[in-house]
């Protein structure tokens, strides 16, 4: 199980590189991100924003490798769907999407179908835009997820608001508050996996 943050407001990180992202990337920096490069764009932007009192959101992806096909549930707490739930439940957590997600909505059949093939006697697919789970049930491939967070509320910028009397007034929050929550979740998101992987894996035996 391998979460990392993928995205920070503008900058995001290229699917293609994914597969050669390691654990000890992703925690080499305050960031959470595996590509020093893009790390450090994404630490000097949260730092920019902490200077104006503003705030960011992004997103995190997990890949989970070694996942035996079969694991999951076809109606009734589907594979995606326990994942879904788990991770919708972490603060500040905005949108789950597997595989292709919501770019799929844009394919073809054609293009978004994994075809399936025999590789060394072992099932397997050509692709992977399902992101390892078909029907609610893990496909043998690794599955892949992302989760989006938004902007932390709370900044020290002027806002509107109402009063419990029911005024109109401002308000600035005061007191420490960080500008970018997405690299505090990431090791949320690999232990919550963990637990729905493991009560998926009993449920399936």
Not at 51 to 77: K, Y
Not at 102 to 121: K, P, T, V, Y
Request: net charge neutral; hydrophobic share 35%; proline share 6%.
């Amino acid at each position: 199980i391998k979460a990392f943050t993928s995205q920070i407001g503008p900058y995001s990180i290229d699917p293609s590189q994914e597969m050669y992202f390691t654990s000890a990337m992703t925690e080499s920096n305050p960031v959470r991100c595996p590509d020093a490069e893009l790390a450090k764009k994404m630490e000097d932007y949260i730092n920019g924003l902490r200077r104006e009192q503003d705030s960011t959101g992004g997103c995190v992806t997990c890949i989970v490798n070694g996942l035996p096909a079969g694991v999951g549930n076809p109606v009734f707490d589907k594979l995606e769907s326990s994942l879904a739930k788990a991770m919708l439940g972490i603060n500040a957590a905005k949108g789950f999407e597997y595989g292709d997600g919501f770019m799929s909505a844009g394919q073809l059949g054609s293009q978004h179908n994994d075809a399936f093939r025999i590789e060394n006697g072992m099932i397997t697919t050509l692709t992977n835009h399902s992101g390892g789970i078909q029907g609610g049930i893990s496909n043998g491939q690794p599955i892949r997820f992302r989760v989006a967070f938004k902007p932390t509320p709370t900044i020290g910028q002027q806002q509107l608001t109402v009063t419990r009397s029911g005024k109109e007034t401002t308000m600035e929050a005061k007191g420490r508050h960080d500008p970018c929550v997405v690299p505090r979740a990431v090791p949320v998101v690999e232990a919550l996996t963990a637990l729905v992987l493991l009560d998926q894996w009993i449920a399936s035996r």
